[in-house]
């Protein structure tokens, strides 16, 4: 009785990671297109990649901080509604930069803030699932639910090229 309600935690943790990282990640094969026909440079589609994971680098101590402050549960919800918020806006950006086609460079500037913003929210749910975890429990029961989380952002990152695929 006792597993029951630490199954189902567990199961909502793995699910958080993996919607984390099916959103952070469904960015990836649409941006070489997107910047192919809104006439944006091989540096600028780089700078998509390069500067999310250096915010998201760079903020993940912050979240580890604040995940102590504000809780574990209320930092992963944050993560959770800036990801669908910032990852919507993304989409109805391009897809504006594709009909209405603005400068490019404007587009570029607009789609690059909101990658910014998603990778400074992007550490949310890792971070303080990881420390849940670190909080709840030990030894082999610790190492076998931090894998948990690992394996739900690679399945997560798997999702998302499964979902990019040609119909």
Do not use: K
Not at 52 to 58: A, C, E, F, Q, T
Not at 116 to 139: E, H, K, L, M, R
């Amino acid at each position: 009785m006792d597993q029951l309600p630490r199954l189902r935690t567990l199961s909502i943790l793995f699910l958080a990671v993996f919607f984390q990282y099916t959103c952070g990640n469904a960015i990836n094969p649409i941006l070489a297109p997107l910047a192919a026909r809104t006439g944006m440079s091989v540096v600028q589609t780089g700078l998509f990649f390069t500067l999310s994971s250096l915010v998201w680098l760079i903020a993940s101590p912050f979240w580890g901080r604040q995940s102590e402050r504000r809780g574990r549960v209320n930092v992963m919800v944050i993560g959770l509604v800036s990801c669908f918020i910032l990852y919507a806006l993304f989409g109805i950006v391009a897809d504006w930069g594709l009909t209405r086609h603005p400068s490019p460079l404007f587009l570029f500037s607009l789609l690059l803030l909101i990658r910014i913003a998603s990778g400074f929210f992007f550490s949310t749910v890792p971070v303080a699932a990881q420390a849940y975890i670190a909080d709840t429990t030990c030894g082999m029961e610790r190492t076998r639910s931090i894998s948990l989380v690992w394996m739900a952002s690679g399945l997560g990152s798997i999702a998302e090229c499964g979902a990019c695929l040609p119909q």
